[in-house]
């Protein structure tokens, strides 16, 4: 037998698990495409197989196949290579087994983990999107539609490190978004929604004893990639560096930010007596979420455990 013919048609049969809906032209087109990424980045697709083929993560490469292609195009920084993409992704799903390996299956099922329940909102950790990380919090309003949504990953084998890849806000199809987010707001305490994603984010990075957290620039967004030409490029909104500033955030480089575990906080004497009252109010309930979100997290959490 030709080993070479039987590694293009277990590049086939791989294609097959990872586009199942699709269909005609599209789907022969996509087979080719992921058939020449396995032809010329043989070395990192078979890192990837061997990770998923584990126990573990059958959950993940059962509702997620297209798995399997994130470190073969951009992923999370358009600077990544092949080769640290893998690494990354590897890194990040190992972090999860020792973490949470009971939640695994819950999280990387269609509509993920309920990681904090609110009367007007709820926020929900699941899959990340194709490209920009492979772990994401999802702010939902009351009748479960989309608000935002982070998307992240986690990597270092001794010291975790969060790569924030993307943060969207409400699609066109979010029926009254302005006023939702301007109930929220005000609920909140004056938090914004998209402030209130990143806080819960930041949670989870303390909680987790992550060490730097770095947030991902206009021009180092995976969608600054040439292949994306003319098509995905102009979806990105957000003016990531107005965002990550606001956080506290420094720029390192052209692509990254590094952000603080513990964003800034007011001096509440500093301000006037209504703000006053309104950011005390907010910092305590920031306090509150916090706590709750780690008393969801300590059942599941094997280092805890052991």
Excluded at 46 to 72: C, G, M
Aim: charged share 20%.
């Amino acid at each position: 037998m030709n080993p070479r013919i039987d590694y293009l048609k277990s590049l086939s049969t791989l294609a097959a698990e990872i586009y199942p809906d699709i269909r005609g032209v599209k789907k022969l087109r996509y087979n080719a495409r992921f058939c020449l990424w396995g032809i010329l980045m043989p070395d990192t697709l078979a890192r990837i197989q061997d990770l998923l083929n584990q126990p573990s993560f059958h959950p993940v490469r059962q509702h997620y196949p297209r798995t399997l292609e994130k470190p073969l195009k951009p992923y999370v920084c358009v600077k990544w290579s092949p080769q640290e993409r893998a690494q990354r992704l590897i890194e990040h799903f190992a972090f999860l087994e020792k973490r949470h390996t009971q939640l695994l299956p819950l999280i990387y099922r269609h509509q993920g983990w309920s990681l904090f329940q609110h009367e007007l909102f709820s926020i929900q950790l699941c899959h990340g999107p194709e490209r920009e990380g492979s772990l994401a919090l999802v702010l939902l309003s009351q009748d479960h539609q989309p608000l935002f949504t982070l998307a992240f990953n986690i990597s270092g084998r001794n010291k975790p490190v969060i790569h924030i890849g993307a943060l969207q806000g409400p699609g066109p199809n979010v029926e009254n978004r302005q006023e939702i987010i301007r109930q929220l707001t005000h609920q909140l305490h004056g938090l914004r929604p998209k402030a209130l994603i990143m806080e819960v984010l930041l949670i989870l990075a303390r909680y987790w004893s992550v060490e730097k957290v770095y947030g991902v620039t206009n021009e180092g967004h995976v969608y600054q990639a040439l292949r994306y030409i003319g098509s995905k490029r102009s979806s990105v909104r957000f003016q990531y560096s107005e965002l990550w500033q606001e956080m506290g955030g420094e720029a390192i480089n052209p692509y990254w930010y590094s952000l603080p575990t513990h964003p800034p906080r007011k001096d509440p004497l500093s301000l006037s007596k209504t703000k006053r009252r309104l950011y005390t109010k907010r910092y305590a309930w920031l306090t509150e979420l916090e706590q709750s979100i780690q008393a969801n997290l300590l059942p599941w959490d094997g280092e805890i455990r052991q």
